[in-house]
């Protein structure tokens, strides 16, 4: 995708192993590690996938050696659905996003 049809106004990290999302829609739960992440949303891998967009609620996980910090309850919306996953766009922003440059440091320079 080239920078004229970009239409994202936040940064976005890609994330690796150890990040997940548990997102719930539609009355059905789909787990998946997440893509990329920013303040305003996020793209999850998935084999399953929900049959339509609309509005969800998600939980981000990351995880750690000795224990897991969990981001909840992110109210938004399943807004494109993809062949490898999905993507969200949170009803607010992700307050805590801060917080993910200081754990992609502690997967690669572990403590």
């Not at 000795?66 to 999905?86: H, N």
Request: net charge neutral; glycine share 10%.
């Amino acid at each position: 995708m080239d920078r004229e049809s970009e239409r994202r106004r936040n940064i976005r990290l890609p994330l690796g192993a150890g990040v997940e999302c548990h997102v719930d829609v539609g009355g059905a739960r789909y787990v998946g590690p997440v893509r990329d992440l920013s303040m305003a949303g996020l793209y999850m891998l998935a084999r399953e996938k929900p049959g339509q967009t609309g509005a969800c609620t998600a939980k981000i996980v990351f995880r750690g050696l000795y224990s897991d910090l969990e981001i909840e309850p992110l109210q938004g919306t399943v807004v494109r659905l993809e062949e490898d996953g999905f993507a969200l766009a949170f009803s607010h922003f992700l307050e805590w996003f801060s917080l993910v440059p200081l754990y992609l440091k502690k997967v690669h320079e572990p403590l």
